[in-house]
């Protein structure tokens, strides 16, 4: 506390939480805003209130680096229920189509997860947060007006199945994904049932990975009650992009928002973080028509 009794400044950072069920990112950000006793808190890669795991969540300046993490890759582990399909398309949804999954095999089913590997066409789950002409198609759906949504490219790197469990006409499948960002997991459970015309529905589902930061790093929120700490600015930075080291003159410049030649520091594109040579994060850069252009700048 400060003397006038008023919270120090929250520090810049990330906080990885391993997020419980049940809660909404937006439930958790508001859990961290009152933990790290400030406004600016946000998330990058939004979980559906059912699943757990992963949540990345930017404190005061790290808020900055979060778009740029939402773009990396995501790895899940999950449950797919075949025989049953919902109209969310997971277990919180209303059952809308039973078909006994009992003739399908494990390899009609490893072959159907397969070939919704590589580079794939999806369309979103109608229940999403995706906007359709200013409103979330969630709303549209529960009003009764489910969107046509439009396909999407995503890629899915593998999509294995772990295990199988069957029960009359269901079959549950124990998956793991590894997928780019905007792969919802829920749509691939409703493709593969579609698939294997049975119909299929996401019952669990836990993301272990988001870039480089993994689930064993995570926290929960009963931990973080009795602890806050974040991933320092700099190190979390640095654990997420390639890392550029800048000369005290040119650290200067970019603090200043000001350009430096590209192709000489060897940025390429993409985010490049580069550091002055006390260690600070100074900026996020990419190149630009032959130039490093700051896509953020941290410096004071």
Request: net charge positive; aromatic share 4%.
């Amino acid at each position: 506390m400060t003397p006038a009794g008023r919270r120090m400044p929250a520090a810049s950072g990330l906080v990885i939480v391993d997020k419980p069920a049940g809660q909404t990112s937006h439930d958790v950000v508001a859990q961290i805003r009152r933990l790290a006793g400030t406004r600016r808190v946000g998330h990058a890669g939004t979980l559906d209130p059912m699943a757990t795991g992963v949540l990345v969540i930017g404190v005061e300046k790290a808020t900055r680096l979060l778009g740029y993490l939402a773009l990396t890759e995501k790895e899940y582990t999950g449950t797919i229920r075949l025989g049953q399909a919902t109209d969310t398309d997971d277990a919180d949804g209303v059952i809308i189509a039973e078909i006994s999954a009992a003739a399908v095999s494990q390899a009609a089913l490893e072959a159907a997860a397969a070939a919704l590997t590589g580079e794939i066409q999806q369309v979103p789950p109608g229940f999403s947060a995706i906007k359709v002409s200013g409103k979330r198609a969630y709303r549209l759906a529960r009003e009764g007006a489910a969107p046509e949504l439009a396909a999407r490219t995503v890629t899915v790197s593998s999509f294995t199945v772990l295990a199988v469990r069957r029960r009359g006409g269901l079959l549950d499948a124990d998956v793991a994904v590894t997928c780019s960002s905007g792969t919802y997991i829920r749509a691939l459970a409703r493709d593969l049932g579609a698939a294997l015309g049975v119909g299929g529905h996401l019952t669990a589902l836990r993301r272990t990975r988001v870039g480089p930061y993994e689930i064993g790093q995570a926290r929960t929120l009963e931990q973080l009650e009795t602890s806050f700490t974040v991933i320092p600015l700099a190190e979390a930075a640095d654990m997420a992009f390639r890392r550029l080291n800048l000369t005290e003159e040119d650290a200067r410049l970019v603090a200043h928002g000001r350009r430096l030649p590209g192709a000489k520091l060897g940025v390429g594109p993409g985010p490049v973080a580069a550091f002055a040579p006390d260690g600070s994060l100074i900026a996020l850069l990419t190149q630009e028509a032959g130039q490093a252009r700051p896509l953020a700048v941290f410096a004071p």
